[in-house]
Every structure is written in C-alpha cells, then in structure tokens.
C-alpha cells in the first residue's frame, strides 16, 4: 500500500543547511509535497514538485527528487529560528479520480543558536 | 478571499458525548477532505467529500463518525459518543474541482479534547 516515511528529528544551528529526507512507495504518485506545522497551527503548503521533475528551487528552498528510488528532500539553506517546526512530506497520485495526499509522520527540525 | 475556516477551534467534551466539527471550504473550492492527525503523528486521511456527496470515506473509523458536506452550509465531521482516543487534531482541508499541482489548502484545525 501506500507509504511515506520521514525521520523524526533533526537538530541544526542557525545559519547552517537543514535537510529533511523523505521516501514513499508509490510509484504512481503525481505530485509530492512539503507543507509546514508550527505549534497549534494547520499546514502550510511550503512547495510540491512534480514527479517528472528532478529538483525546484524556490528562494531558500531546494526540493530534490529521486525517481527512481522514490526519495524526496528538502533542503532549507540559512536555516533560521523561525523555520522550527514540523515538516510533513505527502505524495499524491490520481485514485479514483481525485488526488488524495498520503502524509508522512513529520520531521520535528529544531533550530538553535 | 478567506481560506479555510474550522470552527471551533478547541473542543472539550466528555465521554459519551457528541463533538460537531464545521469546516468551509475556501471560496471556489468545492472538494473537502477531513484529517485526523493524533498526538505525535502525522495527518490521516479519513473522508473526501463533494457537494452533497461522500466520493470516499475509507479512512473513517466504522462506528461513530459520519461526516456530510450539504449543498448549502459547511462541511460538518460528527463524532458520537466520544471516547478518550478521539482526542486528537481535526484538519479539513479543500480543493478547487479540478485538484491539480496546488494541493490542498488546510484550515487550522478543531482539537478535540475527550474528558
């Protein structure tokens, strides 16, 4: 069936590379997506690529895609103390004629001085 | 242009009785997905609903929940008889008809707390 794994944490400094690493299963999946949870907040759609697609950058953001071994990153670079939060890798593919998100468990990225 | 509203956004009840989560779609979107997303885990999927229309609620526990999208009205996710494993994150979630690349855009969630 259908699943996404993430690791669960992950520690940087201010001002170093954070990335977050993602594999999921289904290879028929369209579009692959990382959205953002703050503390008591819903998700923020942060960027998605398609799965045609090897790499999109968007200003701080590098999302790099491995087809072939169905593994998804997301590099944030100059990681500030705002960017702590909980990111959620989610893949999606057509079924049943509507796109339905899988979501993985989340990577709690934790940024200190 | 709102996006998407759920109301309330904390929801205390006791066991045994019933919770009501309302979520309105963003403007345009006619599709609605309900989440639930438990104390440190990710978000699962439980029901996608159109206008009138429930188009899949394999995620939805078998007993005691039941969700609606009404042709006038916001989605409701009703919950009976509560019990403490209910606790959790409601996320709901809309998209316009034809899905495409944006995703969803989600509503900032009903906690739901079961005393």
């Known amino acids: 069936g259908e699943d996404v794994e993430q690791s669960l944490f992950l520690s940087v400094r201010e001002g170093d590379s954070s990335v977050i690493n993602c594999t999921y299963t289904d290879s028929s999946s369209t579009y692959l997506y990382w959205y953002k949870q703050e503390p008591g907040a819903g998700l923020q759609l942060l960027t998605y690529?398609?799965?045609?697609?090897d790499m999109k950058q968007d200003q701080r953001l590098t999302v790099l895609l491995n087809k072939k071994d169905k593994h998804l990153s997301l590099r944030i670079a100059d990681t500030q103390t705002g960017d702590s939060a909980i990111y959620f890798c989610?893949?999606?593919?057509?079924?049943?004629?509507?796109?339905?998100?899988?979501f993985g468990a989340g990577t709690r990225l934790a940024v200190h001085p | 242009n709102a996006g998407v509203m759920q109301n309330p956004r904390h929801l205390v009840r006791r066991r045994g009785q019933e919770a009501r989560l309302r979520c309105s779609p963003m403007?345009?979107?006619?599709?609605v997905y309900w989440y639930r997303q438990l104390p440190e885990e990710g978000l699962k999927f439980m029901v996608y609903?159109?206008?009138?229309?429930?188009?899949?609620e394999s995620g939805m526990p078998k007993e005691r929940f039941s969700a609606e999208f009404p042709k006038e009205g916001p989605s409701i996710l009703r919950i009976q008889q509560v019990v403490r494993g209910d606790s959790a994150a409601y996320f709901c979630?809309?998209?316009?008809?034809?899905?495409?690349?944006?995703?969803?855009?989600f509503g900032s969630g009903t906690r739901l707390t079961v005393v």
């Open positions: 690529i398609f799965s045609n697609m």
């Open positions: 403007k345009g979107h006619s599709h």
């Open positions: 989610a893949e999606s593919g057509v079924s049943g004629g509507y796109n339905k998100l899988i």
């Open positions: 979630a809309s998209s316009p008809p034809a899905g495409g690349a944006g995703g969803y855009t």
């Open positions: 609903l159109q206008k009138e229309n429930i188009i899949d």
